[in-house]
């Protein structure tokens, strides 16, 4: 650390990561700590070692930091594994903004103490905020939605208090309740609309991320959000406002881990002009039925990712109205049966492929053990030119409708059934007629054989088919 005095001339960013094995033994630091006079930085880095590597106490760690003030200058400021259970003293009154008025990005993860930050709601230039993993934090703010306007901050209906702000994530903080601490009164009769709204209005925000936040309520107002990630399920009374005017919202990719979410957080109609959506990891849907409503809406959806949901059964009820879809990812779904639509005791084989044809390009299948046929239907996607199956060990055949996909380029098949490969072999396979006309295909089967000396299980991978030569 003395050594960090003497480097006046410092430039760009600083990374200081604290040993397992330090100590801290007050010396004879100057006035201004460690860094305080490193003008030309731009970002610092903070690294303390994990909780429990380290022997350095809560209260040490605040003196150290208290010597590791940053220069009013720094623009980026990252804390990682602190302990202690406030701020030192330079972020007077608990406010950053007190000697850190030019911060764009702030990012604070695993502190472990913390049950709410300093105050961020005087950092108007703040473009980035990263709140990760931790684990007792309640609010961001640590005071009431009135006693701020009563103070007189945001109480201009002309400015949010978050102007500048692009990127936003809350990750991981178990029992965040809000952003505010009444805001489980989402809306106060008390507060004037306009102020009320300004308080959670983020008008530059054009990412959003809010990862296993269970508890978290509020409403947050984002009319330019292009990105919005959601990992979990959220308090019952959030709410993400966005402009719902038909043509008028910017949001571009969604993802989510359940499915719900996207029902419930915002209006379906925010969803008119998204472009990619990835649902992965719900445990509770069984059918696209229930997110049905959010496809009606999504007519400019181009690339649709569905994985890992455990009790998916059908991709029917929802598809059929992605008529702009041009990729669909179908990963990971252990109990998914059917590509068709079911109805009360019929399946229709047709759907929802009938209503996909004019601009769908690209379908992928993989880890989808219990699929047994693809459907008649796919002779519609007259437009398909890439077909991958990977692992799809219950398919025994492909359709002879497949003969009719004549924009089919690519064809690929890799750690399929046995029998799948068999009638797929070039020339001599049962299904090779119906898939011939295809540019490139590339099958892979899986095989083990055991070594001459060590008698060891190796498995081997001969591609049968590659580019139409046979290995």
Same mark, same amino acid.
């Given at each position: 650390?003395?050594?960090?005095?003497?480097?006046?001339?410092?430039?760009?960013?600083?990374?200081?990561?604290?040993g397992?094995?330090?100590?801290?033994?007050?010396?004879?630091?100057?006035?201004?700590?460690y860094i305080r006079?490193?003008?030309?930085?731009?970002?610092?880095?903070?690294?303390?070692?994990?909780?429990?590597?380290?022997?350095?106490?809560?209260?040490?760690?605040?003196?150290?930091?208290?010597?590791?003030?940053?220069?009013?200058?720094?623009?980026?400021?990252?804390?990682?594994?602190?302990?202690?259970?406030?701020?030192?003293?330079?972020?007077?009154?608990?406010?950053?903004?007190?000697?850190?008025?030019?911060?764009?990005?702030?990012?604070?993860?695993?502190c472990?103490?913390?049950?709410?930050?300093?105050?961020?709601?005087?950092?108007?230039?703040l473009?980035?905020?990263?709140?990760?993993?931790l684990?007792?934090?309640?609010?961001?703010?640590?005071?009431?939605?009135?006693?701020?306007?009563?103070?007189?901050?945001?109480?201009?209906?002309?400015?949010?208090?978050?102007?500048?702000?692009?990127?936003?994530?809350?990750?991981?903080?178990?029992?965040?309740?809000?952003?505010?601490?009444?805001?489980?009164?989402?809306?106060?009769?008390?507060?004037?609309?306009?102020q009320?709204?300004?308080?959670?209005?983020?008008?530059?925000?054009?990412?959003?991320?809010?990862?296993?936040c269970?508890?978290?309520?509020?409403?947050?107002?984002?009319?330019?959000?292009?990105?919005?990630?959601?990992?979990?399920?959220?308090?019952?009374?959030?709410?993400?406002?966005?402009?719902?005017?038909?043509?008028?919202?910017?949001?571009?990719?969604v993802?989510?881990?359940?499915?719900?979410?996207l029902?419930?957080v915002?209006?379906?109609?925010?969803?008119?002009?998204?472009?990619?959506?990835? *649902? $992965?990891g719900?445990?509770?849907? +069984?059918? /696209?039925? =229930?997110?049905?409503?959010?496809?009606? @809406?999504?007519? &400019? #959806?181009?690339?649709?990712?569905?994985?890992s949901?455990?009790?998916?059964k059908?991709?029917?009820?929802?598809?059929?109205?992605?008529?702009?879809?041009?990729?669909?990812?179908?990963?990971?779904?252990?109990?998914?049966?059917?590509?068709?639509?079911?109805?009360e005791?019929?399946?229709?084989?047709?759907?929802?492929?009938?209503?996909l044809?004019?601009r769908?390009?690209?379908?992928?299948?993989?880890?989808?053990?219990?699929?047994?046929n693809?459907?008649?239907?796919?002779?519609?996607?007259?437009?398909?030119q890439s077909?991958t *199956? $990977?692992?799809?060990?219950?398919? +025994?055949s /492909?359709? =002879?409708s497949?003969?009719?996909?004549? @924009?089919?380029? &690519? #064809?690929?098949?890799?750690?399929?059934s046995?029998?799948?490969?068999?009638?797929?072999?070039?020339?001599?396979?049962?299904?090779?007629?119906?898939?011939?006309?295809?540019?490139?295909?590339?099958?892979?089967?899986?095989?083990?054989?055991?070594?001459?000396?060590?008698?060891?299980?190796?498995?081997?991978?001969?591609?049968?088919?590659?580019?139409?030569?046979?290995v």
């Amino acid at each position: 650390m003395e050594e960090l005095k003497a480097l006046s001339n410092l430039k760009g960013s600083l990374d200081i990561k604290i040993g397992e094995n330090a100590q801290y033994a007050k010396e004879n630091v100057k006035e201004d700590g460690y860094i305080r006079n490193k003008g030309h930085l731009n970002c610092v880095a903070i690294w303390f070692p994990m909780v429990g590597l380290h022997e350095m106490g809560a209260d040490e760690q605040r003196l150290l930091l208290e010597d590791l003030q940053p220069h009013c200058n720094v623009r980026e400021l990252r804390l990682v594994n602190y302990g202690g259970m406030r701020m030192p003293s330079w972020a007077k009154e608990d406010d950053l903004s007190t000697f850190l008025p030019n911060l764009v990005k702030l990012q604070l993860c695993r502190c472990p103490g913390w049950q709410h930050l300093p105050s961020l709601r005087n950092l108007h230039n703040l473009k980035s905020l990263e709140v990760r993993s931790l684990r007792d934090l309640e609010y961001i703010e640590n005071i009431s939605r009135r006693g701020i306007i009563g103070n007189g901050v945001g109480a201009s209906e002309s400015r949010a208090l978050f102007p500048f702000l692009q990127q936003l994530t809350l990750f991981d903080l178990d029992k965040l309740k809000g952003w505010w601490r009444d805001d489980d009164d989402v809306v106060d009769c008390d507060i004037n609309p306009g102020q009320q709204h300004l308080l959670t209005s983020f008008p530059s925000l054009s990412k959003l991320t809010l990862v296993r936040c269970p508890n978290f309520t509020c409403v947050i107002t984002c009319p330019n959000v292009e990105v919005l990630g959601f990992d979990g399920k959220l308090g019952e009374k959030s709410r993400i406002m966005i402009p719902v005017e038909s043509g008028n919202s910017k949001l571009r990719i969604v993802e989510s881990t359940h499915a719900g979410t996207l029902k419930s957080v915002w209006p379906t109609e925010a969803f008119q002009c998204v472009q990619e959506m990835k *649902i $992965w990891g719900d445990d509770e849907m +069984e059918s /696209l039925s =229930e997110v049905e409503e959010v496809f009606r @809406s999504s007519f &400019s #959806l181009r690339d649709l990712s569905i994985g890992s949901w455990k009790k998916l059964k059908t991709v029917g009820g929802g598809l059929e109205h992605l008529t702009a879809l041009e990729t669909l990812y179908l990963h990971d779904l252990p109990n998914l049966m059917s590509l068709s639509k079911a109805g009360e005791g019929e399946v229709d084989d047709e759907m929802p492929w009938r209503c996909l044809h004019q601009r769908f390009r690209s379908l992928i299948l993989e880890d989808l053990p219990k699929l047994v046929n693809l459907p008649k239907g796919m002779r519609y996607l007259r437009a398909l030119q890439s077909l991958t *199956i $990977w692992r799809c060990t219950a398919l +025994e055949s /492909l359709p =002879e409708s497949m003969r009719e996909l004549t @924009s089919l380029k &690519s #064809l690929t098949i890799e750690y399929c059934s046995d029998g799948l490969m068999e009638r797929c072999r070039k020339n001599t396979g049962e299904d090779w007629p119906n898939i011939q006309h295809i540019g490139h295909i590339r099958i892979i089967e899986k095989r083990w054989i055991f070594t001459d000396n060590s008698r060891t299980a190796v498995q081997l991978y001969p591609v049968l088919c590659d580019g139409q030569i046979t290995v």
